[in-house]
């Protein structure tokens, strides 16, 4: 072996994630189903203080020559009624009055006291399956409820507990405080998302003073939910029902197989066949205190059986977000739209850093706020390979930040979630004082980079064969021809320990052990390991 092998060996970082992604993370989802959905409710103000931790202390800025520029909040919507019309129950109540975004008011004419006078939105038939003698047939039940998706009640203290740790910890930090003038707000077109982004800015820039500058409306960023690549339904075939959460049924045989003492016991109390999609039912019960919904004797929150079935249903999703190597593809594609405009938004920050020292442009946007969904944020994470297999609860938070230098490297970012630093394994590292800061030019994988070229990503889309992975990742994956899927598993394996131990002489990993991601090698290291183990078999 020669010396820039063996130096590359050693400087490379484990490729058992690129070829296998599910056993890679198998330990710390065997973590997360532990506590199946933990902190899903996500009780106020607790929850959101923990959620943001905020950049380093100043002096540790000050000794890196770091100024913090930028900052983008992408969040989860706060407590919301159940997402789609499933019966989870045999006999199911939807619970009433329990929304908070019952109003729908409209602002007519030029004059600031103008307005129309709110109608007040009472839901019938939200869900056409509850209803116990023609489910969906068309006859009117006059059941009123709160309707599929809606906020609830618990959203409000969620998102303003929200809104007060994002201005606690950040808006003390950027060169300029942030206003409505000069924060970018971006909504998926659901009501749900549309309600949080509203309490949160309106909670956020309570005492802005340019509230009433010109115009008493500020404009977010919206598109139609049947193409929103933050509602994950940008048109690519090739992804099908991968996309949510509600399109994920799995077979009841397969479930009786599987676990059959359980979806016996399931069957005896509710009546109906288990769905992994169910847990939506059970969390709703639980985080609104059964005031939403209800579960039924046998099956509360306290309960084994209530337990047993998160258990079931998180393990379930984590084998349909990342099973094998063609899902996390999968999902890169699903991810590719949003992140590639989250990278835009950051170099723009970045820029706008280097033109405008005092940060005094009205074009500056110091802080983007995205409101989405769980299933989003998901996508990310697994897409990034930065998933950690537990279920984003409500106002679930990523945090991007951008740093200007002093000293000419350029700008840096860092990526967060539940205030915990994600070591993106591609990227070098900037900083051995502050972990997960990396060139702005490093935010995104190779993988994903390729879709910048619309024509590509089009194409990769509409394939209905297996994703054919590019020259990098061909070298990455050990996808040379001739190798055997058990060989090519058993170098793989082989190179993760090697490299592991790499990793750990030249300690490279600064931030706890619990915080380092499944890192990967660059992509001059990988090639010459293909090569060399190529030469082995």
Request: aromatic residues 8%; contains cysteine.
């Amino acid at each position: 072996m020669t010396p820039g092998r063996l130096k590359g060996m050693v400087s490379c970082v484990p490729l058992l994630a690129l070829v296998l992604p599910a056993l890679a993370s198998h330990q710390s989802y065997d973590e997360a189903l532990i506590q199946p959905y933990s902190g899903y409710c996500a009780q106020p103000p607790l929850a959101q203080q923990e959620a943001i931790v905020g950049p380093p202390a100043d002096e540790v800025l000050k000794y890196e020559g770091l100024r913090l520029v930028g900052v983008q909040i992408i969040f989860r919507h706060g407590a919301r009624d159940l997402s789609s019309d499933k019966p989870c129950f045999s006999n199911m109540a939807p619970a009433k009055n329990c929304s908070v975004q019952r109003m729908v008011s409209f602002k007519v004419g030029n004059g600031e006291t103008e307005q129309t006078v709110p109608l007040l939105r009472q839901v019938l038939d939200a869900y056409p399956s509850m209803e116990k003698n023609m489910p969906g047939s068309g006859y009117i039940s006059q059941i009123s409820g709160c309707g599929k998706g809606v906020l609830l009640n618990d959203a409000v203290p969620q998102t303003m507990a929200l809104a007060d740790s994002i201005e606690q910890k950040y808006f003390g930090s950027l060169p300029s405080v942030p206003t409505l003038e000069t924060t970018r707000m971006y909504s998926t077109g659901k009501e749900r998302t549309q309600a949080t982004l509203f309490l949160l800015q309106n909670h956020l820039f309570k005492n802005d003073s340019t509230r009433n500058v010109r115009t008493r409306t500020h404009s977010f960023y919206s598109r139609p939910v049947s193409s929103d690549p933050w509602d994950l339904n940008q048109h690519c075939p090739r992804v099908g029902h991968m996309r949510h959460a509600r399109h994920f049924k799995t077979d009841p045989q397969l479930i009786q197989s599987r676990f059959p003492s359980f979806a016996r016991k399931w069957t005896n109390v509710t009546g109906t066949q288990f769905q992994a999609s169910f847990k939506d039912c059970l969390l709703v019960a639980q985080c609104s205190k059964q005031e939403a919904l209800r579960a039924p004797e046998g099956l509360q929150p306290d309960s084994e059986l209530f337990k047993e079935a998160l258990t079931i249903s998180l393990k379930l999703f984590q084998e349909h977000y990342s099973k094998d190597p063609e899902t996390v593809k999968k999902m890169q594609l699903l991810a590719a739209p949003a992140l590639m405009e989250l990278d835009q938004v950051m170099q723009q920050q970045a820029q706008n850093a280097r033109n405008v020292p005092n940060i005094s442009s009205t074009d500056h946007t110091p802080l983007a706020l995205w409101a989405t969904h769980d299933t989003t944020i998901l996508v990310m994470l697994v897409a990034l390979g930065l998933w950690d297999g537990q279920w984003p609860p409500y106002t679930d938070v990523l945090v991007l930040e951008v740093y200007e230098t002093s000293d000419g490297r350029g700008a840096l970012f860092r990526l967060l979630h539940r205030s915990t630093v994600l070591q993106l394994p591609w990227c070098r590292p900037e900083s051995t004082q502050i972990p997960g800061l990396c060139s702005v030019t490093s935010f995104l994988p190779a993988a994903i980079q390729r879709f910048r070229d619309l024509k590509v990503y089009r194409q990769v889309c509409s394939t209905t064969e297996a994703l054919v992975p590019d020259a990098t990742e061909q070298d990455a994956a050990l996808a040379w021809p001739g190798a055997s899927a058990a060989s090519a598993a058993f170098l793989t394996l082989w190179s993760g320990l090697f490299c592991a131990a790499g990793w750990k002489i030249r300690g490279v990993l600064q931030s706890k052990p619990e915080q380092a991601h499944h890192p990967l090698c660059d992509v001059e290291v990988a090639a010459e390991y293909r090569a060399m183990s190529h030469d082995i078999m």
